[in-house]
């Protein structure tokens, strides 16, 4: 098991396995995080693998060194196997949003795929896997980690873009006939489809 952490396109490894074929591995306990973002962010290093003998210890000492932000968001397919994207800031995208006070997990991504898409009548089918990704937000180094559900539309309904939002465009999108989404995407949202393809696989 390990954790990747991207950094736009680049990514951080935390992990407690290490094969032959790992490349710029660092001891966790004597790494500095602020150079290896500073060297991943200036390009000098493609990724990163950062490792410990015990996992859970250097992700919960990872975390600490920043400002940790939780999300939560749905990959919703309808009948016809398309899959619901979002269009903002250049890149398509998937619904997700900040969780609320006293909300759980699944309540925000309900509640923010509704809101970003103008869809109504979507469940969730199961939890997904969490991703993670660190930006700058007024000068303060943030991590954010969503949480993310595979849900399936119930009925059809009008796709309303919330443009308060800055989403320019909602559409349903057939991933296996159309790649533009998942080209111009994030490393995240690319993740995300190669692991639910490998659920699909293994039924």
């Not at 932000?69 to 995208?93: M, P, T």
Request: hydrophobic residues 35%; charged residues 30%.
């Amino acid at each position: 098991m390990s954790y990747k952490v991207y950094i736009f396109d680049k990514a951080i490894n935390i992990t407690d396995n290490l094969n032959e074929s790992s490349k710029n591995v660092y001891a966790f306990s004597a790494v500095d995080l602020d150079d290896i973002i500073v060297k991943l962010q200036a390009n000098l290093l493609p990724e990163v693998f950062l490792y410990h003998p015990h996992l859970n210890e250097a992700w919960n000492a990872f975390k600490k060194h920043f400002d940790v932000i939780e999300a939560a968001g749905g990959i919703v397919e309808n009948d016809k196997n398309k899959y619901l994207f979002i269009y903002r800031n250049g890149k398509w995208d998937l619904p997700k949003g900040k969780m609320e006070q006293g909300e759980q997990p699944n309540e925000t991504a309900l509640r923010e795929v509704k809101e970003e898409c103008g869809i109504q009548n979507i469940e969730i089918d199961h939890f997904l896997l969490d991703t993670y990704h660190l930006f700058n937000d007024n000068n303060k180094k943030r991590l954010k980690i969503t949480h993310w559900f595979k849900m399936n539309e119930q009925e059809k309904s009008a796709l309303i873009p919330q443009t308060e939002e800055g989403i320019e465009k909602v559409e349903w999108i057939d991933v296996t006939t159309d790649d533009f989404p998942l080209k111009n995407s994030y490393e995240n949202i690319k993740l995300l489809f190669s692991d639910l393809n490998k659920l699909k696989n293994l039924k």
